[in-house]
């Protein structure tokens, strides 16, 4: 049986919590503070898990903020502010997977592997729809390591050959964004040419064998983390708003 499910990512350590979107939780953007709005032109303060139109509180979450030297969305490294590393930028390739607001996980009673996985934020009506009077920034951090000093993987999703964010703007044509194929437990599978996980694969008794497998490597689970960041163009609060992630699996 396949299923795919939504943690969310809490601050000071590794810790998560089940997100159940079938229940109508959800993530929610907010300024200083939960219920406080976010201005017109600018991103997020705080992020947390909410209900479906944002007034219930629940925990707070990591928090990753759309930065970019020169406000280039585009511009090669593209930053995050990442609140529980202080209020410096971060190049976007040192981003640990573990300070993302979100880890979606996809898991089968048996190994297989992923693929064709996408993303689109849209308005909970129409996938072709975007959402209503917001822009999201989206980024897939591919950085197993709690250090960020050190790089991401070098398995990415395909297409992506810069560490930028991916931009969902009512303004533009709506289009997938691209993640990580067969990205694995924890998402640590990556390339046979990538040493980066070298150590930690020995420290934790890991196959390296079986997590450079890239594309091809199968699993009973695969987990994607993901940076978001959310500016509002209109007042008012932003419920016609989700995230849609499917993949292919054999």
Same mark, same amino acid.
């Given at each position: 049986? #396949?299923?795919?499910?939504? *943690? #969310?990512?809490?601050?000071?350590?590794?810790?998560?919590?089940?997100?159940?979107?079938?229940?109508?939780? %959800?993530?929610?953007? *907010?300024?200083?503070?939960? %219920?406080?709005?976010?201005?017109?032109?600018?991103?997020?303060? @705080?992020?947390?898990?909410?209900?479906?139109?944002?007034?219930?509180?629940?925990? #707070?979450?990591?928090?990753?903020?759309?930065?970019?030297?020169?406000?280039?969305?585009?511009?090669?490294?593209?930053?995050?502010? #990442?609140? @529980?590393?202080? =209020?410096?930028?971060?190049?976007?390739?040192?981003?640990?997977?573990?300070?993302?607001?979100?880890? $979606?996980?996809?898991?089968?009673?048996? +190994?297989?592997?992923?693929?064709?996985?996408? /993303?689109?934020?849209?308005?909970?009506? !129409?996938?072709?729809?975007?959402?209503?009077?917001?822009?999201?920034? $989206? *980024?897939?951090?591919?950085?197993?390591?709690? =250090?960020?000093?050190?790089?991401?993987?070098?398995?990415?999703?395909?297409?992506?050959?810069?560490?930028?964010?991916?931009?969902?703007?009512?303004?533009?044509?709506?289009?997938?964004?691209?993640?990580?194929?067969?990205?694995?437990?924890?998402?640590?599978? @990556?390339?046979?040419?990538?040493?980066? /996980?070298?150590?930690?694969?020995?420290?934790?008794?890991? &196959? &390296?064998?079986?997590?450079? /497998? %890239?594309?091809?490597?199968?699993?009973?689970?695969? !987990?994607?983390?993901?940076?978001?960041? +959310?500016?509002?163009?209109?007042? %008012?609060?932003?419920?016609?708003?989700?995230?849609?992630? =499917?993949?292919?699996?054999?």
């Amino acid at each position: 049986m #396949a299923e795919i499910k939504f *943690y #969310a990512n809490l601050p000071g350590g590794n810790s998560q919590t089940l997100i159940d979107h079938t229940q109508n939780s %959800g993530i929610g953007f *907010y300024g200083s503070s939960f %219920g406080v709005s976010v201005p017109i032109g600018q991103v997020q303060s @705080t992020t947390y898990v909410t209900n479906a139109n944002g007034s219930a509180q629940g925990l #707070a979450l990591n928090n990753t903020q759309y930065a970019n030297d020169n406000d280039n969305r585009n511009q090669a490294p593209g930053k995050a502010v #990442a609140d @529980t590393i202080g =209020s410096s930028p971060l190049n976007l390739n040192n981003l640990p997977n573990h300070l993302c607001p979100l880890n $979606v996980r996809f898991t089968h009673t048996e +190994s297989v592997r992923v693929q064709n996985c996408k /993303l689109r934020i849209f308005d909970r009506n !129409d996938i072709n729809n975007h959402a209503s009077g917001v822009v999201t920034y $989206v *980024y897939e951090a591919r950085h197993p390591l709690t =250090s960020h000093t050190v790089s991401n993987l070098s398995h990415k999703a395909p297409g992506r050959t810069s560490d930028t964010w991916v931009v969902f703007d009512p303004t533009l044509a709506m289009a997938d964004m691209a993640f990580t194929n067969s990205p694995g437990t924890s998402g640590l599978n @990556t390339l046979s040419t990538d040493t980066s /996980l070298d150590s930690y694969y020995a420290a934790n008794g890991i &196959s &390296s064998t079986d997590y450079k /497998l %890239g594309a091809a490597h199968r699993s009973l689970r695969h !987990d994607w983390y993901m940076a978001l960041s +959310s500016e509002p163009i209109t007042i %008012g609060s932003k419920t016609q708003y989700g995230l849609y992630f =499917s993949v292919e699996y054999l």
